[in-house]
């Protein structure tokens, strides 16, 4: 029987007794259960292991450590059995419902914040990771050494396909090497998906033609899950160079669905985000951070860095490790939107060479002004045209 464990921490304020009391029940209902009952004197709690002796001792976990931190908090890390998940059968979505399930609605804890997880190999191996990366996606776009430049089509809605594809033109003419639908725009009455990712490809391949230069472009198939892999199947087959979508719309195990069905780039988006990843009940970004880049994204959103402070600052950089670090699987992307003229040389020199930089700014106009912006964008980056 396998000794592999998965291990989370949590940053607690408990309401019972003790933190010890709170972390042996959380570990409990994580794993085998425990139960309420209302009372005249209150709620009783208790391990179903307590009265329930046919309980297998195998899917029992483990309080690794507790440490005290500021305003009544303590970082509690946890393990359990891996043989408490079968990735075939359950794998992420299962997995999700025992770290970042109940831990958030225990009647015993006041706020909970989930900060790390660390996943056996077992585990992890079940996943395969970016099928491009950071080497492949530079090889499919014969660009060596230097940042990406992109920019997202806009107005977000609006534009009918004939639109679209003028907008897509003009961005590949003036030089910039990705494009993507917005996060809102999928399949609106105006501008729909199968016509819109035609002409737009139609455009592109044309422009490769004449040019020699590829432009990448992501069409956004953001679905209920029922519908995902048809909306994928249309745009791929009306021409998109790759997917987008956005998870926490849909949920984490949509990211595998694409990976594992679809031989195209993967960009994952992180609109909703907020709602999970801040407040006193939260999970920390590097933890999705993780996530996308072993399910599969080859372009992962990481966040700006203009105005914040250094805590900030570091936080992203944090990010930008996590997908990029060497690893038995490929690296992501790290994608950074919201660059200017005033921002890009701090931007360049923070992310790197290996980095999506996203503009959507005076850069729709025509050919011209949008290749004036392009250059200067990358002068401030000290880089040739």
Known sequence: MSRESTTVTYLLTPKVESIERAADLLLAEMTSGMQYISTRKGVEMYKCEDRLPYIDGLVKGEILSIQKEENDS???????????????????SNLWAMVAGEVFSLYFIERAKFLELELPPSFMNHYEGPQFGIDGIRELLQIKDRPLMGAIIKPNLGLNPERTAGVV??????????????????????????????????????????SGKKMLYMADVTSDFATLGKAAEIAISAGAGGLMLDPFSIGLSSIDYLRKNFSCPIYVHRVGYGLFCSGSLSISYEIFSKLFRMLGADFSHVGGIWGKS??????????????????????TWPVVSGISLENMAEYYHFYGDETLFLDHIDIYKDEQSSARKLRALKQEMGLAN
């Open 74 to 92: 303590f970082l509690v890390k946890l393990s359990f059995p891996v043989t408490n998940l079968d990735p075939d059968l359950g794998g992420i």
């Open 310 to 331: 250094q805590e900030a600052k570091n936080k992203v950089s944090e990010y930008v490790d996590i997908l990029r670090k060497p690893s038995s699987i490929e690296a």
């Open 169 to 210: 033109s003009i961005l590949a003419k003036a030089g910039f090497d990705f494009a993507k639908d917005d996060e809102i725009c999928v399949n609106p009455a105006i501008c729909p998906l199968e016509k819109r990712v035609k002409l737009v490809g139609e455009t592109l391949d044309k422009i490769q033609e004449r």
